[in-house]
Nanobody
Framework: QVQLVESGGGLVQPGGSLRLSCAAS????????MRWYRQAPNKERELVAT????????NYAGSVKGRFTISRDNAKNTVYLQMNNLEPDDTAVYYC?????????WGQGTQVTVSS
């Protein structure tokens, strides 16, 4: 079955960095567009970054552009989110998502807290 497992979250001070990972299994990862979302308390889930199957097409939300980098390793079935210069507003649960045959699959999420 499809599984997405996020890791790498934690508590970091403003200006710090974290690298999130999402390990995928149960489907052909190299054929799937992958996305990172985040959901802050009392807010709707929002799209953070998208990467195409080969990594050749990448898009970011305006709020993270220039600070976050999405990448993937198709040999390891893993998508990453490098987050630099973190701000308190980046505090959220971060999820990866795959859409397969019009069905959305989500990981369990990893908490990122940016606080001094």
């Amino acid at each position: 079955q499809v599984q997405l497992v996020e890791s790498g979250g934690g508590l970091v001070q403003p200006g710090g960095s974290l690298r999130l990972s999402c390990a995928a299994s149960g489907f052909t990862f190299s054929s799937s567009v992958m996305r990172w979302y985040r959901q802050a308390p009392n807010k709707e889930r929002e799209l953070v970054a998208t990467i195409a199957q080969s990594g050749g097409s990448i898009n970011y939300a305006g709020s993270v552009k220039g600070r976050f980098t999405i990448s993937r390793d198709n040999a390891k079935n893993t998508v990453y989110l490098q987050m630099n210069n973190l701000e308190p507003d980046d505090t959220a649960v971060y999820y990866c998502k795959a859409v397969l045959a019009f069905v959305a699959y989500w990981g369990q999420g990893t908490q990122v807290t940016v606080s001094s």
